[in-house]
């Protein structure tokens, strides 16, 4: 039991990591008893459990026998059961009888079809897993048969924490939006998508409004890098220009667990991959304006969480003497202006009165 690695669509593993609602193709491949010959009938099953947070896509399943589609040979049932888990059952009664194949002891039966992560899908180390076995004809002389031993992969996913932050007091900020574009995700056929409200992507921009407590959370999100794009800054605060760019990896072993994740961040100087919760103070005892973030909250594997955070600045208000002044005194000199061409035009016209 493999399944299709999304970065490259050509390797096969134990663990993978994909967004949510993204299909993902799984391969099974099977092989015979080595006496086959010495049956009569042979039955073959493909089983799969799936954890909750996986679908099966319907009638999506094809099975080959030495590369020759037999998919019409085979049938699927497909249910849920009490606990939550998706069962996938593709069987065929006998595969000796199927037309146009030979089975033999070196036979290869192969089966493929895809899933997707649902809104129960785990985040975190945990990950969602499909634990799959063949059911088959084990005594030539009976209808006995057997169970391989299971064979189980791994799906993950992961969730962004931002957090917005005065750069200076560090006081977390509401009502900013952002958009999160996947610029340069491990599935090159999303590039360019946008991030939604439940983790999807899709082609127009979703704007994410940070909280009373400055943030907000996402989560569904696959590796690869993505653009977070200030659409509003908070009341009183200058928009931020610079786009800040968030890069998630993840590495797993050869049984598909997650080993670690990664989050770097760039682009804007006023950002950083972690969590501020401190109030960075200079030699003189004032506000450094940096935003940092604190040891080991960049990423976490065993939450699948990264941290983001984004500093804001507030917008300079200018005394009276400054940009208020300057316009009241236009005010006022506008208003002497005024004051002084209506008395220009009653003196002209007690001129022009006595000439005549």
């Known amino acids: 039991k493999e399944v299709l690695n999304d970065a490259d669509n050509a390797s096969y593993s134990h663990g993978v990591d994909i967004e949510r609602g993204q299909e993902v193709d799984y391969r099974i491949t099977g092989t015979v008893a080595g006496n086959i010959s010495t049956f009569a009938t042979y039955y073959y099953e493909f089983s799969d459990t799936m954890s909750p947070g ?10 080959t026998i030495d590369g020759k589609d037999v998919t019409g040979s085979f049938t699927q049932t497909y249910s849920v059961n009490m606990d939550g888990t998706h069962t996938l059952s593709v069987a065929c009664n006998d595969i000796k009888s199927i037309q146009g194949v030979s089975v033999n002891a070196d036979s290869r039966i192969v089966m493929t079809y895809k899933v997707t992560l649902n809104d129960n899908c785990v985040i975190g180390e945990d990950g969602n897993s499909n634990t799959a076995h063949i059911v088959y004809s084990s005594n030539p002389n009976t209808n006995e048969k057997s169970t391989t031993l299971p064979d189980i992969t791994y799906l993950y996913t992961f969730e962004l924490h931002l957090e917005k932050k005065d750069r200076d007091t560090n006081e977390a900020l509401g009502g900013a939006k952002f958009t999160i574009e996947a610029t340069s995700p491990d599935d090159s056929a999303s590039t360019g998508l946008f991030v939604q409200a439940n983790g999807t992507l899709g082609s127009s921009a979703y704007e994410f409004t940070t909280g009373n407590d ?8 696959d590796a690869g890098t993505y653009t977070l794009h200030e659409t509003k800054a908070p009341d009183e605060y200058q ?8 890069t998630i ?37 004032n506000a450094a304006n940096i935003v940092r973030g604190e040891a080991d909250t960049g990423s976490s594997a065993e939450n699948g969480l990264v941290n983001v955070t984004v ?5 300079i208000k200018m005394p009276l003497s400054g940009r208020e002044g300057i316009w009241m005194m236009v005010g006022i000199g506008g208003g002497l202006i005024a004051v002084s061409a209506a008395a ?7 001129i022009n009165a006595g000439s005549r």
């Open 344 to 350: 220009f035009l009653l003196i002209r016209r007690k």
């Open 311 to 315: 500093g804001n600045v507030k917008m």
């Open 54 to 63: 996986i679908d099966y896509v319907l009638s999506s399943y094809k099975v």
């Open 214 to 221: 400055g943030s907000f959370n996402i989560s569904g999100l």
């Open 239 to 246: 928009y931020v220009n610079q786009d800040t760019i968030f």
């Open 249 to 285: 990896g993840a590495s797993y072993n050869e049984s598909g667990m997650i080993t670690s994740l990664t989050n770097t961040v760039s682009g804007n100087s006023d950002a950083a991959a972690g969590i501020d919760n401190t109030l960075d103070i200079d030699a003189n005892n």
